[in-house]
């Protein structure tokens, strides 16, 4: 590998040998290091369905814009990319989930974008349905308490209140996010990294991955650190790869809580620097990621194994639907060098 030369605010790009990238997302795919090989669930074409017949059974597809924001985020697939090996009841939950987070997001984030304050209502309503089982008062909300009560049929007590629980940590990040926003000089590195993690909505799939076990885990298993910093570990990078596809829009919309963007406040880069230096970020994150799954595996049961290979796969399916979904095309429109 070489280094282009570089002006002292830039940071160097290493390019590989052959034909320089034309763009920012082939600059992408040739420096992201991706162990894990692209698979897809067989119920994937059900889970598209699904996901509109649910959609329009709560009324979130007459939203003004949701039903072509759908088509431009494919949660099906998403959800089919993430788990290829989940049967055909859990993806159509995971997929209706990913739907409503899209939804839920959108509107959070046009709502909050003057005041924080005003998003009160909408979070407080959530937190209710997820915390106290409180009956819903808006579609949003109707939808949410039909996925907490599909999510304790399907899962155990245990994995149902981890979901519940992890499904409000997702809201807070909201209002933090909404807050950040409001004060971008602020605005630190770290703070951004911790509000994307909030904001990300990956955690809350983990009991989705529990569930798809033949038995629960036992509680030494899930609460071994490995685990829990693995688990850590495979968010992150999971939502950090969208971070870089989706870097250009981010960019264009004003939005700040970004690990490409917040990297290029911090080092007064270009853009592609930036998302450089988030990849290397991601590298070293996925390769912790390996070297702890092989320490663990030979350490856990059959559940717990294939709890970890179903939280890892999302690093492998948000890579794959980043790169191709029509919400972050934008990021062909970028040349590959500043």
Not at 35 to 44: A, S
Not at 66 to 77: D, G, L, N, S
Not at 93 to 99: E, H, K
Not at 330 to 337: E, F, H, K, P, Y
């Amino acid at each position: 590998m070489t280094t282009l030369s570089t002006t002292h605010e830039e940071i160097p790009l290493a390019a590989t040998e052959g034909e320089p990238a034309p763009n920012l997302r082939d600059l992408i795919d040739a420096h992201l290091h991706m162990p894990f090989p692209f698979r897809r669930n067989p119920h994937e074409p059900e889970a598209v369905g699904g996901v509109e017949a649910w959609l329009s059974e709560w009324g979130l597809d007459a939203e003004p814009g949701v039903a072509a924001m759908i088509a431009r985020t494919r949660p099906a697939q998403l959800a089919s990319y993430n788990s290829p090996d989940m049967d055909a009841g859990l993806l159509q939950i995971m997929a209706d989930q990913i739907a409503y987070q899209f939804v839920y997001d959108d509107r959070a984030e046009d709502v909050g974008k003057d005041s924080p304050g005003r998003l009160l209502s909408m979070l407080g309503e959530s937190v209710s349905i997820l915390r106290d089982g409180s009956p819903p008062v808006t579609p949003l909300g109707a939808a949410l308490a039909d996925l907490h009560r599909r999510i304790r049929e399907r899962c155990t007590p245990a994995q149902a209140a981890r979901w519940a629980w992890k499904s409000r940590e997702y809201v807070h990040g909201l209002l933090y996010e909404a807050v950040a926003q409001t004060q971008p000089s602020l605005l630190r590195t770290g703070d951004c990294v911790g509000i994307r993690s909030l904001i990300a909505g990956v955690e809350p799939f983990h009991p989705l991955c529990e569930a798809a076990q033949p038995y629960e885990l036992t509680p030494a298993e899930l609460h071994h650190p490995g685990v829990q910093r693995l688990s850590r570990l495979s968010a992150d990078a999971a939502v950090w790869i969208p971070d870089l596809f989706s870097a250009v829009k981010e960019e264009h919309a004003g939005g700040l809580i970004n690990l490409a963007l917040a990297l290029r406040r911090e080092h007064s880069c270009s853009l592609q620097g930036a998302v450089f230096l988030a990849v290397q970020e991601i590298n070293g994150t996925i390769e912790e990621v390996q070297r702890l799954y092989a320490e663990l595996k030979p350490e856990l049961s059959p559940a717990g194994v294939g709890y970890l290979e179903g939280v890892i796969g999302w690093i492998r399916g948000c890579y794959h639907w980043s790169r191709t979904v029509p919400r972050y095309a934008d990021v062909i429109s970028v040349a590959a060098a500043p």
